[in-house]
C-alpha cells in the first residue's frame, strides 16, 4: 500500500524534530518535506504534491491559514491539519469557514494527533476536544455580540474586508464572483450600519473576528 504523503510546516525546531520523528514511526506515512515558513511551504507544497500538510498557526512570516487561502483554489483535494500552541477560538472559527480539515491544540497527547491524521486520511475531520469548546465559546460570544445578524459568508467577507484583503482576491479563495462578494459587503454594511471602511475594520476588530495589527 502506498503511503499518504505528508509535509509540516513548522517553525520551532524541537516541535519540528519531534514530529519528524512521530511521522517516521508511523507506518502507512511518509514525510516527503518539512519547513519553516509559508514562503518554503507554498514551494514545497506545489512541488510535492502531498495528501496532507501538517501546519503550525504561527510562523514568522505570517498565520498558517493564509497559506491555506493561498493555496487552497488551486489544491482543492489537499487536506490540512492546523497545530496551535494558543487558545484562540478565532482560529479555530476561521479554520472551519476556511474547510480545514483538523484542528489540534499543542497540548494535547500524541495518540490524539495520531487519530487526527488517520481521521482526516480516511476522509473525516478531525478538532480536538480543546478547540471544539474553544469554537462553542467563541460562537456563543458572537451570538452575545450580535455578530449572528450577519451571515456566515458576510462574517467572512467582513473578516477578509479588515485584513485588507481586496475583494477579486476574496472571491476567488470563496469560490464566488465578485459581483457576488460585492453583494454581501454591501448588506453587511447595510446590516451594521457600516459605511466607513475605518469603521468597519473597528467592528471586526472588537468583534474578535481579526486581531489588531
Not at 500552541?85 to 484542528?103: A, D, I
Amino acid at each position: 500500500m502506498t503511503p499518504a504523503r505528508l509535509v509540516l510546516v513548522e517553525d520551532h525546531a524541537m516541535m519540528r524534530q519531534m514530529l519528524r520523528a512521530f511521522i517516521g514511526e508511523q507506518s502507512g506515512l511518509q514525510l516527503v518535506a518539512d519547513c519553516t515558513s509559508i514562503g518554503e511551504g507554498a514551494e514545497i507544497i506545489k512541488r510535492e504534491d502531498p495528501d496532507l500538510v501538517i501546519l503550525d498557526c504561527r510562523l514568522p512570516d505570517g498565520s498558517g491559514l493564509d497559506l491555506v487561502r493561498q493555496l487552497k483554489p488551486e489544491t482543492p483535494r489537499l487536506k490540512w491539519l492546523v497545530l496551535s500552541g494558543t487558545e484562540n477560538g478565532r482560529l479555530v472559527n476561521e479554520s472551519v469557514t476556511l474547510g480545514v480539515q483538523g484542528f489540534v491544540h499543542k497540548s494535547t497527547e500524541l495518540n490524539t494527533l495520531s487519530t487526527a491524521i488517520s481521521s482526516i486520511l480516511s476522509g473525516a475531520h478531525y478538532y480536538c476536544s480543546k478547540s471544539s469548546q474553544l469554537l462553542v465559546d467563541t460562537l456563543l460570544a458572537e451570538r452575545q455580540l450580535g455578530l449572528l445578524g450577519l451571515t456566515g459568508r458576510e462574517i467572512e467577507i467582513l473578516r477578509s474586508f479588515a485584513r485588507g484583503q481586496n475583494l477579486k482576491t476574496t472571491a476567488a479563495q470563496l469560490g464566488i464572483s465578485v459581483k457576488t462578494a460585492q453583494n454581501h459587503l454591501t448588506s453587511l454594511k447595510d446590516k451594521l450600519g457600516l459605511y466607513e471602511p475605518a469603521e468597519l475594520v473597528h467592528y471586526a476588530i472588537q468583534r474578535g473576528l481579526v486581531g489588531p495589527n
